[in-house]
Each structure stands twice: as C-alpha cells, then as structure tokens.
C-alpha cells in the first residue's frame, strides 16, 4: 500500500521561499508522475505541477517562474521550491501520486501541509 | 486555458440520488476524475477515465460524461457521503497541466 508522507516549514514571512518535500513508500518511484496541489484555506484546489522520476517537470502556467521540483530517487523523495512567497499563496499543500496513464489521476495523497506567509 | 465550472452546493435527502454536473467545452472528449473530500482530510479518488472506480470505492459512486457536461451521481445517499466533491482534468498541449473545478459541496438533508 503506496504512503506518502510530506513535511516542511509552515510559517513563511513574504519573499521568503517555501520548501516542501513528500517521502514515497510501498510504490516504484520510477513509474508515476509526482505532483504537487494547494488548497487555500475555504477553496479549492489547484494543482501545482508534477515531476517523473528522471526530473522531467511540468508546471501551472501561472506558477512557472517561481516554482521549482526535484526528485531525490535514491530516497524517494521529491520536493517543491516557490519562491518569493506572499499571503497568497497561504494554503494546505498536498503531494500526490499522478498514475502512469495518459491524464494521470491522483490515487495516493500525503496528509497536507498547511502553509501560512504572514509578516 | 480549460475551465471546469461546478456548482457550490448540492443538497439531497438520504436514500435518494444526488448528481453533481462539472460542465466544460466538449468534455466529453475528455478523461475526467472526481475527487471526494471531507474536512480536514486529503482528498481520495473516486471516479477515473470518467466511469471507472479504484477499488474500495462502492458502486453506489458512477460517472458519466457527453458533451459539454461530466457527471457524477451519488446513488442511496448517506450522512456519510457529505463532502466536497471536485472534478478534474488534464489539459494537454505544448505546456500541459492540470484542472480541478471549483468543488461542489453535497449536504445530507
């Protein structure tokens, strides 16, 4: 049974950098896409962008130039950078397993990080 | 870019049938995934590629899409089915990501 666990700082003053990372247990690393969704607090959710195994990455258009993934396959971690962070990216970050298949859905979730940017 | 609207809440009365419509341009063409959350709680999936459900999840959960509307439908609603309900695509192309709906909140009367 695929677990994902997740950990990182949940207090970010603005412009500072938000760092996440998600453990893989009980699943290949190599054959799914590893993805990263937010949800504000009372809305909904957004999807963030998704890495594979070899690093190859896509990312939501309008978070693009300040996000940045990365996979550590020797632990089965991967991770997420967004930098220059402002109150509104305050939200739970989720990561998720994205299924080897064309539209990839998300069948194993982490429990959620709530992160908060308040100065 | 693709958009996937959804209606904020639905209410139905237990042991009846609730349906929550995800409507997009031609989505039925598309492959869409429904997602069940309760508070406080990381979502799960229920419904993929439309019609298909992961294992564990009851029969009373199905999926249909044509057209412009995706629907998932609730069969014998209990207390325990309210949740938030979203809808979720994967829109293609030279930069492709991926599109949740708004959500839908369905309440047990």
């Known amino acids: 049974q695929v677990q994902l666990q997740q950990w990182g700082a949940g207090l970010l003053k603005p412009s500072e950098t938000l760092s996440l990372t998600c453990a893989v247990y009980g699943a290949s690393f190599s054959d799914y896409y590893w993805t990263w969704i937010r949800q504000p607090p009372g809305k909904g959710l957004e999807w963030i962008g998704e890495?594979?195994?070899?690093?190859?990455?896509n990312y939501h258009p309008s978070l693009k130039s300040r996000v940045t993934m990365s996979v550590d396959t020797s632990k089965s971690h991967f991770s997420l950078k967004m930098t220059s962070v402002t109150a509104a990216d305050t939200a739970v970050y989720f990561c998720?397993?994205?299924?080897?298949?064309?539209?990839?859905?998300?069948?194993?979730w982490g429990q959620g990080t709530l992160v908060t940017v308040s100065s | 870019s693709y958009v996937l609207a959804q209606p904020p809440s639905v209410s139905v009365a237990p042991g009846k049938t609730a349906s929550i419509p995800c409507r997009g341009d031609?989505?039925?063409?598309?492959?869409v995934h429904w997602y069940q959350q309760k508070p406080g709680q990381a979502p799960i999936l229920i419904i993929f590629y439309n019609r298909d459900r992961p294992s564990g999840i009851p029969e009373r959960f199905s999926g249909s899409a044509a057209g412009d509307t995706a629907t998932l439908t609730i069969s014998r609603v209990d207390a325990g089915d309210e949740a938030d309900y979203y809808c979720q695509v994967w829109d293609g192309g030279i930069d492709p990501f991926s599109v949740f709906g708004g959500g839908t909140k369905l309440s047990v009367l």
């Open positions: 031609n989505i039925g063409s598309q492959s």
């Open positions: 890495i594979n195994h070899s690093g190859g990455a």
């Open positions: 998720a397993r994205g299924e080897p298949t064309v539209a990839h859905p998300f069948d194993s």
